[in-house]
T-cell receptor, first 115, second 112 residues
Framework: GAGVSQTPSNKVTEKGKYVELRCDPI?????LYWYRQSLGQGPEFLIY????????DSGLPNDRFFAVRPEGSVSTLKIQRTERGDSAVYLC?????????????FGEGSRLTVL | DQQVKQNSPSLSVQEGRISILNCDYT??????FLWYKKYPAEGPTFLIS?????DKNEDGRFTVFLNKSAKHLSLHIVPSQPGDSAVYFC???????????FGSGTQLTVLP
């Protein structure tokens, strides 16, 4: 499809396990973002990629969270030793980077539940 | 600290009437303000934005007003339609950073 694709759409895991969430951005979009949305809250910024490099990872909550984008397209968000507090919808977004106007194209999200 | 606040978690409006969603912010460095709309089980979708140098932007049924002295913006939808029922997020961005700061959202219900 032409939109941002995220897999899996739902992931249930046990506390302490490792998870990977994948994002396939819109073709040609060089900027890629990860956000996290907890119940009743707005999305919160995690990390921003420009091409292959993480230009801003200031939103990652701790060192259990890591993200990569090795070829400048698909990105993977990795969470180690998951905790119940990590349960949320993880949203990926992409955009062109010619202007920083905040207009992002979001995927449908990956709902993570940590039991 | 919440830099972008939406104090009304929900709003119900009759079809055909005006919907007014409000948002307050604290950071004077924001350059753009945006509204995103979100349906259940979907990602947020960009709706309309306004530059900090303007006070109004209109797109069809949607108008955003910015009052910089009050650090307040609002989204007006007129006439409201049942398909407008969704969660509306206010967001802001400053030119030096790429991160959007979102409010907590307002659930709009348009009653037929």
């Amino acid at each position: 499809g032409a939109g941002v694709s995220q897999t899996p759409s739902n992931k249930v895991t046990e506390k302490g396990k490792y998870v990977e969430l994948r994002c396939d951005p819109i073709s040609g979009h060089t900027a890629l973002y990860w956000y996290r949305q907890s119940l009743g809250q707005g999305p919160e910024f995690l990390i921003y990629f420009q091409g292959t490099g993480a230009a801003d990872d200031s939103g990652l909550p701790n060192d259990r969270f890591f993200a990569v984008r090795p070829e400048g397209s698909v990105s993977t968000l990795k969470i180690q030793r998951t905790e119940r507090g990590d349960s949320a919808v993880y949203l990926c977004a992409s955009s062109f980077t010619t202007e920083n106007t905040g207009e992002l194209f979001f995927g449908e999200g990956s709902r993570l539940t940590v039991l | 600290d919440q830099q972008v606040k939406q104090n009304s978690p929900s709003l119900s409006v009759q079809e055909g009437r005006i919907s007014i969603l409000n948002c307050d912010y604290t950071n004077s460095m924001f350059d753009y303000f945006l509204w995103y709309k979100k349906y259940p089980a979907e990602g947020p979708t960009f709706l309309i934005s306004i530059s900090s140098i303007k006070d109004k932007n209109e797109d069809g049924r949607f108008t955003v007003f910015l009052n910089k002295s009050a650090k307040h913006l609002s989204l007006h939808i007129v006439p409201s339609q049942p398909g407008d029922s969704a969660v509306y997020f206010c967001a802001a961005i400053s030119g030096s950073a790429r991160q959007l700061t979102f409010g907590s959202g307002t659930q709009l219900t348009v009653l037929p």
